[in-house]
């Protein structure tokens, strides 16, 4: 059987750190998200007896190593659900973005959930999204919302009863603008959760971040732009100070990303709603409404980086074939 899904990667507005059980990969605590378009990842899976082993290929490359073990995680853990004999066939997987990857854009998020979601369809498995998002989240714990798409909450749990994704109704998607700084410097998102509980400021976030959570599912449930953001700017501070203080040191802004940090506050002084978000990476996030965004994208590219202009991204689903990659 073969399929293909679409998934759209995620901006995380209150961010999990740090992973507490690798198998599973459930996190420390919940965390929420908003996904983004027309960014995407587009992946089709095939299992395909012609074959002599697994075949994962991204953006035109093999994959290997780190990489290849996650995703046959998630395969593996695919053909164990499924009653499907054809299943134990060897299985190919290609995935191509439409933005780049490694920037701090989420590619893991929309690559792991079209991922879980193709394979699933090809299996012949019949669940829900929120039962896909516990697929996803074995390869990459943001995958698992960016399955539900849209505003969406990941509930910690040590199960898949407990730790799966659920979509957040709100009024903020029609008027939400995302302009993307791009400041492309490679980053590793793995290493600095594999050292997140050697932070000393690590129980500072635990012991915070519950509240955080809270006020932002009120927000985007009453539709509070203001504070959703607001919020979201200071979770990123938060956990910039977690990741900074770990062994490893990591400093993932660059000068441009603080121009950026900058050129916001200044917009904001002269009433513009606008608010900086960033994930473990240099790229920054700048959330605004459509009646600013020109202004916001035109500050935005003045600090010398590319720009991009996105908007909420919708659940990851299964395309026709016609959309397959082969």
Known sequence: MKATARAHPIQGLVKYHGIREEDLRVPYHDSISVSTAPSATVTTVAFDDSLEEDVYVVDGEELSGNGANRVAHVVEHVRTLSDAEYVDAPVRLESENNFPSNVGLGSSSSGFAAA???LVEAAGLDLTRPEISTVARRGSTSAARAVTGGFSDLRAGMNDEDCRSHRIETDLEDDLRIVIGLVPTYKETQQAHDEAEDSHMFEGRLAHVHRQLA????????????????????????????????????????PETL?????????????????????????????????????????????GVDTMTWEVGGPAEVLDESAALF
């Open 116 to 118: 879980a979601m193709a």
């Open 215 to 254: 006020d932002m599912r009120d927000a985007i449930r009453s539709g509070d732009f203001d504070r959703a953001f607001s919020l979201a700017e200071h979770d990123t501070l938060s956990l910039a100070a977690t990741t900074m203080t770990g062994p490893a040191g990591w400093v993932y802004w660059q």
């Open 259 to 303: 121009a950026i940090f900058e050129a916001v506050r200044e917009l904001r002084e002269e009433g513009v709603p606008v608010y900086f978000s960033t994930d473990t990476g240099a790229t920054v996030y700048v959330n605004t409404k459509v009646e600013y965004v020109d202004r916001v994208e035109e500050t935005v590219a003045a600090q």
